[in-house]
């Protein structure tokens, strides 16, 4: 089992920067590969951003030059930091945390999301 904490969501002007972090515990991996989703209400979960544990990031285009991913691996922990927040990226953010086995997924954890509202 493993658990993920996520925090650093808000509220905040269009422009604006906040940074949200996600700390996994408990039987990880050694290869595995931590992202970042959102969804709002009625719509699909997409991700956002996703960082192997070998270093590979995957970005959508929507936030590609504005959102940075990165992870530390001692802690478990897993950041993405959002600047020049657009109001199209109010969301709830989920933290995923997927344990690969021979380069396959073996497993997926969800977080319990973090809500991101950005004003106009």
């Known amino acids: 089992q493993v658990q993920l904490v996520e925090s650093g969501g808000g509220l905040v002007q269009a422009g604006g920067s906040l940074r949200l972090s996600c700390a996994a515990s408990?039987?990880?991996?050694?290869?595995?590969?931590m992202g970042w989703y959102r969804q709002a209400p009625g719509k699909q979960r997409e991700l956002v951003a996703s960082l192997t544990s070998g270093g590979t990031t995957n970005y959508a285009d929507s936030v590609k030059g504005r959102f940075t991913i990165s992870r530390d691996n001692a802690k478990n922990t897993v950041y993405l930091q959002m600047n020049s927040l657009k109001p199209e990226d109010t969301d709830k953010y989920y933290c995923k945390l997927t344990n690969l086995r021979q380069g396959a997924e073996w497993y997926a954890y969800w977080g319990q999301g973090t809500q991101v509202t950005v004003s106009s």
């Open positions: 408990g039987n990880i991996f050694s290869t595995n590969v």
